[in-house]
């Protein structure tokens, strides 16, 4: 196991957290999957919440939004964000990881707060377009950052490649807020 990765996403994982972790039981070891590393279980555990939360905020924008072009873009990328959240629970239920958010109320890069959601949800028009569009980059580019931390030091090749596609997906999504 490569040790420095497994740390490097976990220390950026809380350290973006800004509430304090709430102490977790850990899951029985005998359970989870043995060709499932903790890097993987680390990005599986992070990546679902992010994307449930990115989904919860798209659905904002057919009544909040009164520009096409950010309809267009918040549903394309529903598209593609529901596909990859089915692929990631199918991986977590694979390894036999928990299903509980370990991140809930954590203040973490690329999510928003439940505070900041529920303001995005009151916005309308040109001011929610901005937020929502400010959202969009700041999910695209920390779940690209974190999924490097699963290229390069998961061990099941299922997650690996997701991890690959989703890097590559998010890389391209980005450029084209640009």
């Known amino acids: 196991m490569r040790l420095f990765p497994l740390l ?9 957290c800004g509430a304090q972790p709430q102490p977790q039981p ?12 903790p890097t993987d279980a680390a990005w599986l555990g992070l990546m679902i919440p992010m994307d449930e939360q990115f989904l919860k905020i ?28 089915k692929q990631l629970i199918a991986l977590r239920d694979r390894a036999h990881l928990p299903t509980e958010n370990a991140h ?6 690329g999510m928003m707060t439940e505070d900041e959601v529920t303001a995005l949800q009151q916005l309308r028009g040109p001011a929610f377009d901005k937020v929502l569009r400010r959202e969009i980059k700041d999910h695209l ?11 390069a030091a998961g061990q099941e090749p299922a997650v ?18 640009r």
């Open 104 to 109: 809930f109320g954590h203040d973490m890069p």
């Open 141 to 151: 580019d920390q779940s690209a950052l974190v999924t490097r931390s699963e290229k």
């Open 58 to 85: 798209l659905a904002f924008a057919p009544t909040n939004s009164t520009d096409p072009a950010v309809r267009r873009l918040a549903a394309n990328l529903t598209v593609s964000h529901q596909a990859e959240l």
């Open 160 to 177: 690996k490649q997701l991890a690959t596609t989703i890097e590559k997906t998010r890389t391209t999504q980005s450029a084209h807020l």
């Open 26 to 37: 850990p899951a029985p070891a005998a359970s989870v999957d043995p060709a499932f590393n």
């Open 8 to 16: 490097a996403l976990v220390a950026g994982v809380l350290g973006g």
